[in-house]
């Protein structure tokens, strides 16, 4: 079960929420925390779930610099805090129709909710929705995400012909760049900025 997002992750994502959303993306999560003698603001974000593929760092580096100008202006961080930016990694547990529509094309397992064996396959195409949204497997398997507990993507090793580690056309080939390499091969994030503010100033320490 998620945690219960704090005031000050509040006020961060009423920030940084127009900022992504000028983007194009989604605001996945906000957390701030503390580390030693500064806050830790850790942002995720991602591609609409209407996208298939991974979000291209270019673009995500554009929002990032975007989104630290934005903190700095608000000031809702006080004191030091270091700001890291990041995608969703291949990691993240599947558990809502947004996740599995983000993973279609991709071979994942499904861990049912009554406990029965786990089922592995490509996932082709997610339809419906709330209480009638249903993940579609290759071999025109259909099986209710009101009956799937949790899912998770299976990473496939990938190699420059576009093929994945089973000799198959990679269905993301198009769609393959720099940020996808790291998620692909099990990183649980892409973080693409690390960047130490001084809080109130807005200013960001060089070095």
């Known amino acids: 079960m998620a945690q219960p997002a704090s005031r000050q992750e509040d006020d961060v994502r009423r920030i940084v929420g127009p900022v992504v959303d000028d983007a194009g993306l989604y605001l ?28 291209d760092s270019d673009t995500l580096g554009e929002v990032s610099r975007a989104l630290s100008a934005a ?14 930016i ?12 947004r996740h599995f529509r983000r993973s279609r094309t ?5 861990t049912p909710l009554d406990g029965g064996e786990a089922v592995t396959g490509r ?26 507990r949790r899912g998770k993507v299976e990473v496939e090793l990938r190699r420059a012909d576009g ?12 769609d393959a760049d720099p940020a996808a390499v790291s998620e ?10 690390r960047r ?10 060089e070095g």
């Open 28 to 55: 996945e999560e906000v957390r701030v925390t503390r580390a030693g003698n500064r806050s830790v603001v850790r942002i995720t974000l991602d591609l609409p779930e209407t996208r298939i593929g991974s979000l």
């Open 71 to 84: 903190l700095d202006d608000g000031d809702v961080v006080p004191g030091a805090y270091t700001l890291e």
């Open 86 to 97: 990041s995608t969703p990694g291949t990691s993240r547990a599947l558990t809502t129709a």
């Open 106 to 110: 991709r071979l994942v397992t499904l």
């Open 123 to 148: 996932l082709t195409d997610v339809t419906g929705d709330g209480d009638g949204t249903v993940l579609v497997l290759d071999g025109s398997r259909s099986i209710p995400l009101s009956a799937v």
């Open 163 to 174: 093929e994945s580690d089973d000799g198959a056309p990679d269905p993301e080939a198009e």
């Open 184 to 193: 692909s091969s099990g990183a649980d994030d892409d973080a693409v900025t």
């Open 196 to 205: 130490p503010h001084h809080g109130a100033t807005g200013r960001n320490e």
